[in-house]
């Protein structure tokens, strides 16, 4: 299993890879926070022409994860304390209503969710600097599973479209402590263990220890 396989089954749009390209690669690089994006150079990375950069950057703008600046071009919004705090709350609340609701209906994905976790425990011995983004990818993953078992496929739309910040911010949290992979790992293994005995109380809890700590180390000076 790979973290967020690419649909196969017909050829992507130009427009199409542009937005992949930004969405998987640019938006989540925590250097490029601030930095204002070349059109052509965009475009000879993905190989396309430049009018399907342009329609990508105005649907990330829509999504606020792009800002538009007159006669300067796309710039990657720096995000900001608030905006971090206001995702680990809308996080805190999709999930522990998704961790209620999955386990009410029987549909908690505990085996996809263990293989999730096995995979970052194999990625936690390395080094941040070489395993980082897709650690965070599992890790997005992960959570994303637990969102899906609610069966409220707008509700899983609208966490999928957080994705972006959340590798970001995942990324730049895996930073601020030299353990940080290994702690994720830990407070993943509470989650899962709270959701196979069937404990929503708990699964809230562990949830909630969770968001708290990478909010923590974002926000610490």
Not at 78 to 106: C, K, N, P, S
Not at 112 to 136: D, N
Not at 167 to 180: H, N, P
Request: proline share 4%; with cysteine.
């Amino acid at each position: 299993m790979k973290p967020d396989p690419v649909e196969t089954g017909e050829a992507l749009s130009g427009r199409e890879k542009a937005y992949q390209h930004l969405y998987a690669h640019v938006l989540v690089d925590p250097s490029m926070q601030g930095a204002f994006l070349s059109e052509q150079e965009l475009a000879e990375q993905v190989g396309v022409s430049r009018t399907p950069v342009r329609e990508a950057l105005l649907m990330l703008a829509a999504d606020g994860l792009v800002e538009m600046i007159p006669r300067r071009g796309a710039r990657v919004p720096v995000i900001t304390g608030r905006e971090i705090a206001e995702l680990m709350e809308l996080r805190g609340v999709l999930e522990r209503h998704a961790a209620t609701v999955a386990l009410e209906t029987g549909r908690v994905p505990l085996a996809e969710m263990r293989e999730v976790l096995a995979r970052q425990h194999e990625l936690k011995e390395q080094e941040p600097t070489e395993s980082g983004r897709e650690f965070i990818e599992w890790d997005r993953r992960f959570h994303q599973l637990l969102v899906d078992a609610a069966g409220n496929g707008l509700m899983s739309r609208s966490y999928e479209k957080l994705r972006a910040r959340q590798v970001l911010v995942g990324v730049e949290a895996l930073f601020r402590r030299t353990d940080r992979q290994e702690r994720v790992c830990v407070e993943h293994d509470e989650i899962v263990a709270a959701l196979a005995a069937g404990d929503p109380q708990a699964a809230r809890e562990a949830i909630d220890r969770h968001l708290t700590v990478t909010l923590d180390l974002l926000l610490r000076s």
